[in-house]
T-cell receptor, first 119, second 115 residues
Framework: AQKVTQAQTEISVVEKEDVTLDCVYE???????LFWYKQPPSGELVFLIR??????QNEISGRYSWNFQKSTSSFNFTITASQVVDSAVYFC????????????????FGQGTILTVHP | DAMVIQNPRYQVTQFGKPVTLSCSQT?????MYWYQQKSSQAPKLLFH???????NEADTPDNFQSRRPNTSFCFLDIRSPGLGDAAMYLC??????????????FGPGTRLLVL
């Protein structure tokens, strides 16, 4: 069985602060994909990043960075110098990598972390 | 721009009155998904289509049906909406190429209110 845990239900920061969103996952698969999605108040789930389980390099994209540690089954997301527009719900998700059947495309989501950035 | 479109963005229906939500895509993806997301919860997969093959999740109520008349369109039919069906409904698409399942991209969602 697969499981994703986002222990932080809500985080509140002041603009320009750095903030890290935690994600811990469980899976018996040896290969898998991890994702982060952003859901602003408008409701659309916006894809941020996909990471293969065999690629443990950290990634940086502008103010966003991701720290993948297979040894601790964690895939944490850091926003540097947060802005009010970063306010949203952030979901971490897990998916099996083999597409032997289309059910393998199923995403297992964490419960989400509500991030509020105050001016 | 290639995208996933959902109409309407907001839908109000009456208890027990059938309602249909619409999703279309210009990405030419072969897989389309429907998720239900209740307030403060994670999205929950209802079912998906791989081309014309329908795949239902085991715990999806019979009240929920889906149709995919062509590659571009997929519909979610709720035959007799109850108050508990009020939620955001998210459509997503992805491509299955050989054995490789690509990233899912989501539409803006339809927020359903049942009166």
């Amino acid at each position: 069985a697969q499981k994703v845990t986002q222990a932080q239900t809500e985080i509140s920061v002041v603009e320009k602060e750095d903030v890290t969103l935690d994600c811990v996952y469980e899976t018996r698969d040896t290969t898998y994909y991890l994702f982060w999605y952003k859901q602003p108040p408008s409701g659309e789930l916006v894809f941020l990043i996909r990471r293969n389980s065999f690629d443990e390099q950290n990634e940086i994209s502008g103010r966003y960075s991701w720290n993948f540690q297979k040894s601790t089954s964690s895939f944490n997301f850091t926003i540097t110098a947060s802005q009010v527009v970063d306010s949203a719900v952030y979901f971490c998700a897990l998916r099996r990598s083999d597409a032997g059947g289309t059910s393998y495309g199923k995403l297992t989501f964490g419960q989400g972390t509500i991030l509020t950035v105050h001016p | 721009d290639a995208m996933v479109i959902q109409n309407p963005r907001y839908q109000v229906t009456q208890f027990g009155k059938p309602v249909t939500l619409s999703c279309s895509q210009t990405l030419n993806h072969n897989v389309m998904y429907w998720y239900q997301q209740k307030s403060s919860q994670a999205p929950k997969l209802l079912f998906h289509y791989y081309d014309k093959d329908f795949n239902n999740e085991a715990d999806t109520p019979d009240n929920f049906q889906s149709r995919r008349p062509n590659t571009s369109f997929c519909f979610l039919d709720i035959r007799s909406p109850g108050l508990g069906d009020a939620a955001m409904y998210l459509c997503a698409t992805s491509n299955l190429v050989g054995r490789r399942q690509e990233t899912q991209y989501f539409g803006p969602g339809t927020r359903l209110l049942v009166l």
